[in-house]
């Protein structure tokens, strides 16, 4: 990390410009003012880009981590390769646009688009540099003592090779297209993260030429290339594999008859992929999201990574042709595109990954169909689900439920990411045809799920359901649902709030709170926010719900405030925060003056964290730890003291400016005492006590694993919630 050290350092002292000083006076112990601290001050941030890549960090030393399971450690691996796919086409993309139109705008850091550009490159690197590393020299041995072998196709058996040259004749020579280069053809179009082999070839006349064939993306990546054995099980578990492009090089004589293949060499591509919706101009926001996701295929390149081995002379061919500078060309040794080593994940070797576990049902939701339904059970006390160690079924069961009784009115939801085979949407669809009254709001605008998004809309709406397409200038980032009932003579409101997506499958394998209840003043706060998606609405407050970009800035500010007050009069003020990014700058001020003020303040943040702890008059009270293990955390947890009347808020928004001023978001109070406490004891306090996954940070902005003290019992805290949940859960 020392080069984010010393790019931090890079400021230029003229942000004042851009800042209006924020500064706090302190009393020395003398009684005397001690000097103003300004928290605008450069020095006390972190940059956004630079943080996102410590994180990435991270993850890969959980591929190095030998206590973790060998498959797994791929997936790790994997998710790095995807990860750094993502930041290079969203926010590489947009630094770069930004010096490309000559923008000199800096962040709280200090550092111009620029700077970063150039930190991060010298960051990724020493990232992908490690993460070969880690594959060639951790991971492939490992997997090769596990009997799992990626060879080359030289290092194969004859039988191998036999059965590999049979497979490209079948299945992979049919749908090859070797593109040529040359006066007559122009470059072909390279698609974003497509893998590809450059190829120069030499014609009976003595003369080379260039062409480009593309690894077909719809084949196995990694192919296999022994039979399945019978005999010993060391035998039966063998299985070797070669790379897509791999087999491809090694038969390129059948793309190329009568021509002599001189050289061939994999690249890989990615270009910005951040859709730019002119909302303002769009008459269809359907049709302008869908012309968006086939321009994205077009957008400029950002990346280009190549073999170590490529020569200058193919090189200078690509960079030419792309567009790209030295500064975009990364040299890998080893596969390109890691991201592809997630196939790996998915072996049948059960002895390589996690051990499998039962989600739990909460007590509450426990019960015999015959005789009560999830009605019955939420009107009777709110329900937590903490998932994955609670089941996701009871939401599906709750919509289930909703779409097929007599006496449900109406349906409402939000839909971020539902995924493919959704039987969120299913329960939807069901409702529409049981003639409820349905209503969606699906955002087109959740970035790489534009396209699944944009056919659940269409199914949808051909149902009847009343299908809204997002709000223009803001992304619907809430999770809600809301269910309206008949019973009796009255109407009652049952409310799902959460802080993950309605997706079955992420549901799994993210960390996610939701909440059931029956509140009237939560109810009468969902109707209004849904009054608000689906027509015209100037609301300005809510009851209970803290909603952006209503009202959640300004409440969240008074409860760091309302803290801090509490503190100078009582002396016990505590702030635990849960959180997947810190970013906003007036958020981290308010925090610094939280501190300065002497609350406890702890943060438990998955990603970004752009406040630095630590620091002497600023910070000293202000731990930050990252926990990054099984399952990626993803909970929103903001918890506050309050003079001991405990108060907790949960919900979708992370404390960035995006979350906070251009998307819809909630976060709802918990208000049960049994629930504030299950929070609080048996899930802060446990995150807070990990001493094996989570990393504290520096105030440098790397991060450490707390070294374990003497006779210290071992802290995993998704492990210990697990463990917790093999039984029925209580909240």
Known sequence: MGTTATQQGRRTHNQS???????????????????????????????????????????????????NPLLE?????????????????????GLKRQVEAGSLEVGPDGMSPADQLEAIRAEVNTLMTTAARCFRRQLAPALEDAGIYIRTFASLT?????????????????????LAFDPGRPFPHISNLSVNLAVIIRDANGEQHFARVKVPEGLPQLVRVDAPQIGTRRKALRQTFIW????????????????????????????????????????????????????????????????????AAMLRILMNNLEVT?????????????????SLASLDRADLKYPAFVPSVPKALDFDPEEENIFTAIRRRDVLLHHPFNSFQPVIDFL???????????????????????PVVKALLDAMENEKQVAALVELKARFDEGSNIEWAKAMERQGVHVVYGLIGLKVHSKIALVVRKEGDEIRRYVHLGTGNYNSVTAHLYTDIGLFTTDEEIGADATDLFNFLTGYSAKNDFRKLLVAPINLRQRFLELIEREIEHHKRDGDGHIILKMNALVDAEMIRALYRASM?????????????????????????????????????????????????????????????????????ILFPIEETRVIRYLREEVLDVYLSDNVKAREMRSDGTYFRRPMEKGEARISSQDVLLERNRVVSEH
Request: glycine share 6%.
């Open 597 to 665: 003020a002497g609350v406890k303040v702890d943060l438990l943040v998955r990603g970004i964290c752009c406040l630095r702890p630590g620091v002497s008059g600023v910070s000293e009270n202000i731990r930050v730890f990252s926990i990054v293990g099984r399952f990626l955390e993803h909970s929103r947890i903001y918890y506050f003291r309050n003079n001991g009347e405990a108060q907790i808020y949960v919900g979708s928004a992370d404390l960035m400016p995006r979350n906070l001023n251009r998307r819809v978001e």
């Open 158 to 178: 004859e039988a191998q090779k036999h059965r590999a040259t049979k497979y490209f004749e079948n299945s992979v020579f049919p749908v090859l297209t070797p």
């Open 73 to 93: 450690r791929v997936k790790f691996l994997s998710i790095v390769g995807s990860n750094l796919d993502e930041f290079f086409m969203v926010r590489v993309a």
């Open 17 to 67: 410009a851009n800042h209006s000083a924020v500064t706090v006076t302190r009393i020395a112990g003398n009684g005397r003012p001690a000097p103003q601290i300004d928290l605008k001050d450069s020095s006390l941030y972190i940059n956004r880009e630079l943080s996102l890549l410590a994180f990435q960090r991270r993850v890969l030393e959980e591929a190095q981590d030998e206590s």
């Open 244 to 311: 897509l492009e791999e087999l491809i090089c090694a038969n390129l004589d059948a793309l190329f008859p009568g021509m002599r293949v001189v050289e061939a060499h994999p690249f890989h591509v990615t270009r910005d992929a951040d859709i730019e919706i002119q909302e303002l101009e769009a008459g269809d926001l359907l049709e302008t999201t869908e012309e968006g996701l086939r321009q994205r295929r077009f957008g400029d390149v950002v990346r280009l990574q190549v073999d170590q081995e490529m020569p």
């Open 400 to 422: 289930d439920k909703a779409a097929e009784d007599d006496d449900v009115l109406t349906i409402k939801m939000t839909l971020y990411r539902v995924g493919r085979n959704s």
């Open 326 to 342: 030295r500064a975009d060309v990364y040299r890998m040794r080893g596969p390109l595109r890691i991201s592809r080593m997630m």
